[in-house]
T-cell receptor, first 113, second 118 residues
Framework: QKEVEQDPGPLSVPEGAIVSLNCTYS??????FMWYRQYSRKGPELLMY????GNKEDGRFTAQVDKSSKYISLFIRDSQPSDSATYLC?????????????FGKGTKLSVKP | GAVVSQHPSRVICKSGTSVKIECRSL??????MFWYRQFPKQSLMLMAT?????????EQGVEKDKFLINHASLTLSTLTVTSAHPEDSSFYIC??????????????FGSGTRLTVV
């Protein structure tokens, strides 16, 4: 079993839809959870960062972490064509020199106008 | 927020030559930097962790003599691909962490370097 599992999609939705992206993980030591957006041939851009369990909202984006189920989610409301990209979940046990990220495979999202 | 600059964004080199990639933290001091590699349609895989002023720690399977990492200052880390071969062609991305302050930013990535070895 891989440390982080993420459905690679592709996922295609109409403009305005609510998008739900998910990852599961196996290592209970993970404490810091992130969602990145990556456009083709570009570096990942941090969207959301969450420490431990709970919800976090930023504009159209909501991140949820359920450590008891080892499950994290990213919701995108009122999706736009500009949201079309690959979304990567990432997590780490620690910070500083212990902060190397373990990534999911990424889910490719396409929002159709 | 934290900004990481990576250069060059794209490089094409001949087989057998060496290529240097730079990663700079522009508005913070990066005590730790991470180098990742990403193959097409795959996720990012950690290659090595570099700490300012000390030797890099390489992940299993990554040749330290082939991928030379230097983190000589708190704002600059370099990755040199030595004697490059076509199988080294990939997308290389760095990530910088300002230590404990990373909690406020998550981890910030450079824009990546696409290396093509011909």
């Amino acid at each position: 079993q891989k440390e982080v599992e993420q459905d690679p999609g592709p996922l295609s939705v109409p403009e305005g839809a609510i998008v739900s992206l998910n990852c599961t993980y196996s290592n209970s030591a993970f404490q810091y959870f992130m969602w990145y957006r990556q456009y083709s041939r570009k570096g990942p851009e941090l969207l959301m960062y969450t420490y431990s369990s709970g919800n976090k909202e930023d504009g159209r984006f909501t991140a949820q972490v359920d450590k008891s189920s080892k499950y994290i989610s990213l919701f995108i409301r009122d999706s736009q064509p500009s949201d079309s990209a690959t979304y990567l979940c990432a997590m780490t046990r620690g910070r500083g020199s212990q902060g190397n990220l373990i990534f999911g495979k990424g889910t490719k999202l396409s929002v159709k106008p | 927020g934290a900004v990481v600059s990576q250069h060059p964004s794209r490089v094409i080199c001949k087989s057998g030559t060496s290529v240097k990639i730079e990663c700079r933290s522009l508005d913070f001091q990066a005590t730790t930097m991470f180098w990742y590699r990403q193959f097409p349609k795959q996720s990012l895989m950690l290659m090595a962790t570099s700490n300012e002023g000390s030797k890099a720690t390489y992940e299993q399977g990554v040749e330290k003599d082939k991928f030379l990492i230097n983190h000589a200052s708190l704002t600059l880390s370099t990755l040199t691909v030595t004697s490059a071969h076509p199988e080294d062609s990939s997308f290389y991305i760095c990530s910088a962490s300002p230590g404990d302050l990373a909690l406020n930013y998550g981890y910030t990535f450079g824009s990546g370097t696409r290396l093509t070895v011909v």
